[in-house]
T-cell receptor, first 117, second 110 residues
Framework: GAGVSQSPRYKVAKRGQDVALRCDPI?????LFWYQQALGQGPEFLTY????????KSGLPSDRFFAERPEGSVSTLKIQRTQQEDSAVYLC???????????????FGEGSWLTVV | GIQVEQSPPDLILQEGANSTLRCNFS?????LQWFHQNPWGQLINLFY???GTKQNGRLSATTVATERYSLLYISSSQTTDSGVYFC????????????FGAGTRLTVKP
């Protein structure tokens, strides 16, 4: 596609439910990032993939959060046993660069808005 | 990690006015970028500017790395400039962990 695509755009989950958020990066982009953005705040880094390798997952807030990119293209962020504090926008971004942010432009998706009730 | 602070947190302008947004960062960085988040949540990269000055139409940015700040200038503002402007920076040795500031929310009134 022309841009980074995320689905679902909106998700309401009951506390304790598992959710899966999908990201389709721009075709051919090597680097893929997940960010979490709480209301009124800047995005916070969650994890980074270079192709299928998850090179940095230092931002994942707990072991309930898991991300994968098995074939080096589509990525899924899974949140198990959701809690109210998980309510946020989850942003995916991709870049042609091999070295993460580097000098290449980063393209963000429109985000998946998760509300846990 | 890097601390990124932006000011002002909110800014209201009349269409046609100029503005300056500031980003301070706590340590030496090798990567600094400015983004605009539109009302629908889309983050658009404006500038990659770890040092020096760049211009793109009505927007320009300057980073003084030795003094650990960056400025984003918006001239002749338009209502479509409204949204949140974020500054983000990363260390050279952990280029993947880009830290964002809390943003400046700009409202341009017609």
């Amino acid at each position: 596609g022309a841009g980074v695509s995320q689905s679902p755009r909106y998700k309401v989950a009951k506390r304790g439910q598992d959710v899966a958020l999908r990201c389709d990066p721009i075709s051919g982009h090597v680097s893929l990032f997940w960010y979490q953005q709480a209301l009124g705040q800047g995005p916070e880094f969650l994890t980074y993939f270079q192709n299928e390798a998850q090179l940095d997952k230092s931002g994942l807030p707990s072991d309930r959060f898991f991300a994968e990119r098995p074939e080096g293209s589509v990525s899924t962020l899974k949140i198990q046993r959701t809690q109210q504090e998980d309510s946020a926008v989850y942003l995916c971004a991709s870049s042609l660069a091999r070295l993460g942010w580097d000098r290449n432009t980063i393209y963000f998706g429109e985000g998946s808005w998760l509300t846990v009730v | 990690g890097i601390q990124v602070e932006q000011s002002p947190p909110d800014l209201i302008l009349q269409e046609g006015a100029n503005s300056t947004l500031r980003c301070n960062f706590s340590d030496s960085v090798n990567n600094l970028q400015w983004f605009h988040q539109n009302p629908w949540g889309q983050l658009i990269n404006l500038f990659y500017i770890p040092s020096g000055t760049k211009q793109n139409g009505r927007l320009s940015a300057t980073t003084v790395a030795t003094e650990r700040y960056s400025l984003l200038y918006i001239s002749s503002s338009q209502t479509t400039d409204s949204g949140v402007y974020f500054c983000a920076a990363s260390y050279e040795y952990n280029n993947n962990d880009m830290r964002f500031g809390a943003g400046t929310r700009l409202t341009v009134k017609p």
